[in-house]
């Protein structure tokens, strides 16, 4: 079949925080991609203000360099799609691997291989794609490149690699300095014998496969991500498999539903760095952008009008978590941060609290997200939304909160499933790295929620690595504990493991709730009282209201408390009068920590401003009522 040598698709994928963004930023240095005046940021891949904030790629991005052979020929175009490392993100994953010829796996070269790097390889291997094997930072001073390069190996045959796909070359890297050698260094040292990233490239268009097409076969492309415009409205992302696709053109858009409709593409661009620039044609294997289609989806198919085939639908893996995302349902709704003075109205002007916004929002966001499902409920008002991971939602709830969204926001629960009339429910495996000191910490916790230990290695470093098969709800509220138990030196990183039988009840929080008995807004003198009954979330002229969590009680039961007190006055003078009484900081929690605090009965109230955790029932009466009807069945 013919091939053409002038482009290359290829995928980065790696654990988190393994350097993909970094190599893809030296990558584009050094093929000539920028200006000498442009100024450049670090990790320029990560556009989205969350992904900068967090440190972590959310979104699957593709880029391209034109890089010119040192030989002198005609220069070849690599297409780069960077795609998240965490597999809450796996949709992401996924629709990135449908683009290219090939990957690269990144591995750290003192971590190796993670949950995350077994998540991206086993879709990569799963998609018959050859890698090529990075080891990265290998200046770090604990690296221990040898014995990852094992690990690999062994993870490959673990995954059921075939003999080609074992048969991988392997480059080492700093990526952080854009070196790259084919000869392994001492550990921690940046390769000596390269200067810059020629061999990562020469290995790039030695082992990435060149798109191969079939000069008589009719036009199919695949949309794989969608994007907007404002001047041009929704741009679709795709590969052209076969034949051409021309600026102007009327093709064929075969939809999910199988139903074919005649449109005409009015604009085509090609990605030249991080930029779109128009195009009168695409190829066989080329990635490009087309505007025109308004309601085109990921996964869909634009094909040739006479001869119309359609190119299969993407599929990604099952939701494995879910939360009840609803419109705001608190006394302080579309009130801003306090409620009170002339800043606080103007922020609410702009501010999204009907059920038809909420609603619609979460309708967009399926268009761009194909791991999230959104189901109805009994409430015309809230919405089952199941994804991937707790991250994944806490992203999207934290993206709407920063548009102007208030929302009620319920406790994660795991997607269950009935497998011959049990219950099944999804499981995670989870890799920890800990100090030896803090080894039986962990397991005493992973103990508690019902975590079965698969495996434990100790590297003689100090360190042990320890691997657990555990429920996905054992894992809710997991993340805070394990880092005040190993003293914040915990590494933890899980990733979906398939459905197991019910493993019974867990109980992950011991502790109960302070909730407010009544409206009003919180005093020093009330907090100084009320320090010594647990640790407390709110500062002192916070406004609360009947039936908000201010803080966590110190016994297992939850405790209805006055927290918006004040002290009596007199005329009369006390000897104690002036002495100052000390306040301890109140505990701030983030969306993420008040998601893993939540328990059943209670849900959180996401405001652009402020994120409050409330009882679902807000009357203190109401839940006596509701306690004492539980108790006696």
Not at 91 to 97: C, F, I, K, Q, Y
Not at 157 to 164: F, N, S, T, V, Y
Not at 275 to 280: I, L
Request: glycine share 8%; hydrophobic share 40%.
């Amino acid at each position: 079949m013919p091939t053409r040598n002038d482009i290359r698709n290829v995928a980065i994928v790696a654990h988190v925080d393994h350097g993909k963004t970094t190599l893809v930023d030296a990558m584009l240095k050094q093929a000539g991609a920028f200006a000498a005046h442009q100024q450049l940021d670090d990790r320029m891949m990560d556009s989205n203000d969350l992904e900068r904030e967090k440190g972590i790629t959310i979104l699957a991005k593709n880029t391209a360099v034109k890089y010119h052979p040192k030989d002198g020929g005609a220069p070849i175009t690599i297409n780069i799609i960077d795609t998240p490392g965490h597999a809450d993100f796996g949709g992401e994953v996924e629709r990135g691997l449908s683009m290219v010829d090939a990957v690269v796996l990144l591995v750290d070269a003192s971590e190796g291989p993670l949950p995350q790097t077994r998540f991206v390889l086993r879709k990569a291997l799963t998609a018959k794609l050859p890698v090529i094997l990075c080891i990265n930072k290998t200046d770090r001073p604990d690296s221990r490149i040898d014995e990852v390069i094992n690990e690999t190996y062994d993870l490959f045959l673990d995954l059921d690699a075939d003999e080609d796909q074992i048969e991988f070359p392997i480059v080492y890297a700093c990526a952080r300095d854009g070196v790259a050698s084919l000869t392994k260094p001492e550990d921690g040292t940046v390769p000596a014998d390269s200067e810059n990233l020629e061999p990562f490239f020469s290995t790039l268009l030695e082992h990435v496969p060149a798109p191969t097409f079939d000069e008589e076969a009719p036009l199919q492309a695949h949309v794989t991500n969608l994007d907007a415009d404002n001047f041009l409205g929704r741009i679709a992302l795709l590969r052209v498999e076969q034949g051409y696709l021309r600026k102007g053109q009327t093709v064929a858009w075969i939809k999910r539903d199988g139903s074919i409709q005649n449109v005409r593409i009015t604009e085509l661009m090609m990605t030249e760095a991080l930029t779109r620039k128009p195009a009168e044609q695409a190829g066989p294997g080329d990635i490009c952008a087309v505007a025109g289609i308004p309601d085109i989806m990921i996964g869909e198919t634009l094909a040739d009008t006479e001869n119309p085939i359609a190119l299969p639908l993407i599929t990604v893996d099952e939701p494995a978590i879910s939360m009840t995302i609803g419109t705001n349902t608190s006394p302080l709704v579309g009130r801003g941060g306090s409620g009170k003075g002339a800043d606080a109205k103007a922020a609410v002007k702009d501010r999204k609290v009907t059920a038809r916004q909420v609603k619609d929002r979460l309708d967009r966001e399926l268009i761009g997200n194909v791991s999230l499902r959104v189901l109805d409920t009994d409430r015309p008002d809230a919405w089952e939304v199941q994804g991937r991971g707790e991250l994944a939602l806490a992203i999207l709830i934290e993206t709407m909160r920063r548009e102007g969204f208030e929302l009620t926001v319920g406790k994660p629960q795991v997607v269950t499933k009935d497998v011959n009339g049990k219950v099944h429910e999804p499981v995670e495996r989870l890799t920890v790295d800990v100090p030896e000191e803090h080894m039986g910490a962990v397991t005493q916790l992973m103990g508690i929620r019902k975590g079965r230990m698969d495996n434990m290695s100790n590297h003689g470093s100090g360190w042990v690595r320890m691997e657990f098969v555990v429920p996905s709800r054992g894992l809710i509220g997991f993340r805070t504990e394990f880092l005040t138990s190993t003293r914040g030196t915990g590494i933890a990183h899980s990733i979906h493991e398939g459905h197991e039988p019910w493993f019974g009840t867990l109980t992950t929080r011991n502790n109960g709730s302070l909730v407010a008995d009544r409206a009003g807004v919180v005093t020093a003198f009330a907090m100084t009282n009320l320090q010594e009954r647990g640790v407390l979330f709110c500062d002192p002229g916070t406004e609360v209201y009947e039936g908000m969590i201010v803080g966590e009680n110190s016994r297992s039961d939850d405790m209805d408390v006055n927290i918006t007190k004040e002290k009596k006055l007199t005329n009369m003078r006390s000897s104690n009068a002036d002495v100052a009484e000390s306040i301890v900081p109140p505990r701030k929690l983030s969306l993420e920590q008040s998601l893993e605090f939540c328990r059943e009965d209670e849900c959180i109230e996401v405001t652009p401003e402020t994120v409050r955790i409330r009882k679902v029932v807000l009357d203190q009466k109401d839940r006596g009522r509701t306690a004492s009807r539980a108790k006696k069945g």
